[in-house]
T-cell receptor
Framework: GENVEQHPSTLSVQEGDSAVIKCTYS??????FPWYKQELGKRPQLIID?????GEKKDQRIAVTLNKTAKHFSLHITETQPEDSAVYFC?????????????FGAGTQVVVTP | EAGVVQSPRYKIIEKKQPVAFWCNPI?????LYWYRQNLGQGPELLIR????????DSQLPKDRFSAERLKGVDSTLKIQPAELGDSAVYLC?????????FGPGTRLTVT
């Protein structure tokens, strides 16, 4: 089955700096890669996603890149703010029709210090 | 549009007691997932439904866990009897097409 590895497990950045989280996956058939942000005690929130037919996607201060050949994808957060502090999870999925099986990474605790 | 709804939000029980969690997915979402999330870890799939059919329950501990999704909408996850190691957050999620959305979860504490 699919295996997703996520690094680093913790990431401390100064406010205004950039943060990068990297994930690798094992199943070349995976075609959908979402990123979730989870604040303490709250539900995982979908913040950005990318499909396998796209190499890069950007939404304001966050962007995701995908390298299918190397089977890795990354989340980039620019101009970090204290409210970006949370746990971020990557996931890989094989989506077919209306469903997919999602495999999650172990998460990255991001701390943004003012 | 209402999101995924779960109840209860918190549950404290003694070991060997039964417990049940309820989930109402986003309207029109045919796929429903139950995940377990331990502290400091990512969600782990327990079971996935396509409409009423459980299509992936390979990680569901069937000796004590059961689930149902009657009429292809709401779903219930049950544990009987609960063990100390079952303490975790149980997340329900639903999807249609690619995007998957989570409910707020039920935090279960087994004492």
């Amino acid at each position: 089955g699919e295996n997703v590895e996520q690094h680093p497990s913790t990431l401390s950045v100064q406010e205004g700096d950039s943060a990068v989280i990297k994930c690798t996956y094992s199943d070349s058939a995976s075609n959908y890669f979402p990123w979730y942000k989870q604040e303490l005690g709250k539900r995982p929130q979908l913040i950005i996603d990318i499909r396998s037919n796209v190499g890069e996607k950007k939404d304001q201060r966050i962007a995701v890149t995908l390298n299918k050949t190397a089977k890795h994808f990354s989340l980039h957060i620019t101009e970090t703010q204290p409210e970006d502090s949370a746990v971020y999870f990557c996931a890989a999925s094989k989506v077919a029709g209306s469903w997919g099986k999602f495999q999650f990474g172990a998460g990255t605790q991001v701390v943004v210090t003012p | 549009e209402a999101g995924v709804v779960q109840s209860p939000r918190y549950k404290i029980i003694e070991k060997k007691q039964p417990v049940a969690f309820w989930c109402n997915p986003i309207s029109g979402h045919n796929t429903l997932y139950w995940y377990r999330q331990n502290l400091g870890q990512g969600p782990e799939l327990l079971i996935r439904y396509e409409n009423e059919e459980a299509v992936d329950d390979s990680q569901l501990p069937k000796d004590r866990f059961s689930a149902e999704r009657l009429k292809g909408v709401d779903s219930t996850l049950k544990i009987q009897p609960a063990e100390l190691g079952d303490s975790a957050v149980y997340l329900c999620a639903s999807s249609f097409d690619y995007e998957q959305y989570f409910g707020p979860g039920t935090r279960l504490t087994v004492t």
